[in-house]
């Protein structure tokens, strides 16, 4: 028996649940001489916004013991050369492309959104309300669950593909910005971005990071990822998309046993740019050891 390992995340049908986040692959250009992005389930671009952004000054990563802290400041290279120069490539890796949408104002999101939604290779919008390491925007949207349900809304009316919103972790109680995101229209959340830390050079006395604080993520992360996918899962109807520390094909099913219906893979692409062959491999063979016939039938299987 071969496994189906086809997924819906709402409207969205993908061909196996195995996702490249944003931010750790470009545009889909840095990794695909590493790996077959036409086998991936869908690539997640960088952030796009609606102006250029040169993001914060380095050093922007940090290395920690279980992962990585990043600041980033959501550099790219702003819708017009997106359209220009990175739209041309991905139409033709033959993959599923979700466009990461970041933005300082509710209405740069609208007109992101608006401006990519013409782009046949386009086929959903994940909107970053998520990001830690940037002044404007970013967490402070990710933290007040009106904004959260505005941005969805006014995103939702700008278009009709899927609209997936990804999740700060960095909130009191995760469940009530999922809760926010569908009743505003959104057809699936993603979670969860990175958490906030920082790390100093002891010699120095200076943070390591020149924006003080970044973003952890890594296998550090993943129990936390875990306990949020699964407390959205127990109390919000919505597809979720688990992200957090996935580093091979068990933590991708523990993920989907917990509430996910696919998975994202950040931080591992900078160690195995691979991985997401290797995590298809290992799903492939424990569907068809455990007589698994669809691998959908994993999602929120969790057994309290
Ligand atoms: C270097 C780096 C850059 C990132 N840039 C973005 C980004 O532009 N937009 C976004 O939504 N998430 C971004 N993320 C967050 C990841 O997509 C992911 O949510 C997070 O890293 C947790 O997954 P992981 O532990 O598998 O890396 C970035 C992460 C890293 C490590």
């Known amino acids: 028996m071969i496994p189906d390992l086809s997924v819906s995340i709402g409207k969205l049908k993908l061909k196996n649940p195995v996702i490249l986040a944003s931010g750790t692959v470009g545009y ?34 940090v290395e920690t013991p279980a992962g990585m802290l990043n600041a980033i400041g959501l550099a790219n290279v702003g819708v017009e ?119 100093f050079n002891i010699n120095t006395r200076k943070p390591k990071l020149q924006n003080i604080t970044g973003g ?26 688990g992200i957090g520390g996935i580093m091979n094909w068990e933590d991708a099913v523990e993920f989907m046993i917990a509430g996910a219906s696919a998975i994202q893979i950040g931080t591992v692409n900078f160690i195995n740019p691979n991985a997401g062959m290797e995590i298809l491999d290992g799903l492939t063979d424990f569907c068809t050891k455990m007589n698994i016939s669809k691998i959908a039938s994993l999602t929120a299987s969790y057994q309290l």
């Open 216 to 241: 952890l993520s890594g296998p550090a992360i993943k129990p936390v990822a875990l306990v949020k996918v699964l407390e959205i899962s127990r109390n919000v109807d919505i597809p979720i998309i």
């Open 81 to 199: 050369k997106f359209i220009e120069e990175k739209i041309p490539f991905l139409e033709k890796v033959n993959s599923t492309v979700i466009c990461n949408i970041a933005a300082g104002s509710i209405e740069e999101y609208v007109q992101c959104v608006k401006i990519l939604d013409h782009q046949e290779v386009i086929k959903g919008f994940e909107i970053n309300v998520s990001c830690p390491n940037v002044k404007e925007g970013g967490l402070i949207f990710g933290n007040d669950i009106e904004a959260v349900r505005k941005i969805t809304d006014r995103t939702r009316n700008a278009t009709e593909k899927p609209l997936i919103i990804k999740l700060s972790p960095n909130t009191s109680d995760i469940k009530l910005f999922a809760q926010a995101a569908k009743s505003a229209g959104a057809d699936a959340v993603s979670a969860i971005n990175t958490l906030v830390g920082t790390s």
């Open 28 to 61: 889909g250009n840095e990794i695909s001489e590493f790996t077959d992005l036409s086998k991936i389930g869908a690539i997640v671009t960088k952030s796009v916004s609606l102006k250029q952004r040169k993001g914060n000054p380095p050093q922007r990563i």
